[in-house]
């Protein structure tokens, strides 16, 4: 099995972080385990990032277990990476991705 080297775009880490203090104010620690749970799934992807099926473009999603978040990366399989480059509530508008990665 492949393993491919993760790397998260800094918008990627801003929308963790947003969802965190959000999750907080609503109960405190939730934040944490909506962390815990994203780092659970970005370091899954080191081992399965292939099987996740292209959604737009050349953009693959894994859904957050327990939280309704989607988190967007692309797969270079030549250079074994994975590119994080969102982390966004399902409810938001899918053209706020227009202004990361050169528009998608």
Partial sequence: M?????????????DIQDAV?????????????FLRQVKREIN???NSAGTYAIRY??????????FPFLIHFTLDKKQKTVQVFAVLHMSRNP???????GGI
Avoid at 2 to 14: F, H, N, P
Avoid at 22 to 29: A, D, G, T, V
């Fill in 2 to 14: 492949q393993e491919y080297k993760i790397l998260i775009d800094v918008d990627a880490l801003e």
């Fill in 21 to 33: 203090d959000w999750y907080n104010e609503q109960l405190p620690k939730l934040g944490s385990r």
């Fill in 44 to 46: 899954s992807l080191k």
């Fill in 57 to 66: 473009g050349d953009v693959r999603c894994v859904l957050v277990k327990r």
């Fill in 95 to 101: 053209k706020i991705l227009s202004k990361r990665r």
